[in-house]
Nanobody, 114 residues
């Protein structure tokens, strides 16, 4: 099985930046698609960004040009660089690994506020 642990969340002012990390442990032999999802208060969970085993990426329109997803296979770590943050980015951010079965981290809180 795979265990995912997110870190790097916190409070930041509008226009600021944060870098989220997701450390993976356990079996990583499958060609997982890795992704970041977020859930704001009272809202449905939504895809933020994902990266395939081949390195292809896609982003939600709301974050395109501001967020960058990256993977470091040597460190078994997934990253999300978030720049030009807006109040509407406030949410709990979750790491996901998908290959027939989905694995989820516990989430890390990102709050963008003045």
């Amino acid at each position: 099985q795979v265990q995912l642990v997110e870190s790097g969340g916190g409070l930041v002012q509008p226009g600021g930046s944060l870098r989220l990390s997701c450390a993976a442990s356990g079996s990583i032999l499958r060609p997982y698609t890795l992704g970041w999802y977020r859930q704001a208060p009272g809202k449905q969970r939504e895809l933020v960004a994902r990266i395939t085993s081949a390195g292809s990426t896609n982003y939600a329109d709301s974050v395109k040009g501001r967020f960058t997803i990256a993977r470091d296979n040597a460190k078994n770590t997934l990253y999300l660089q978030m720049n030009s943050l807006k109040p509407e980015d406030t949410a709990v951010y979750y790491c996901n690994a998908a290959y027939f079965i989905d694995y989820w981290g516990q989430g890390t809180q990102v709050t963008v506020s003045s």
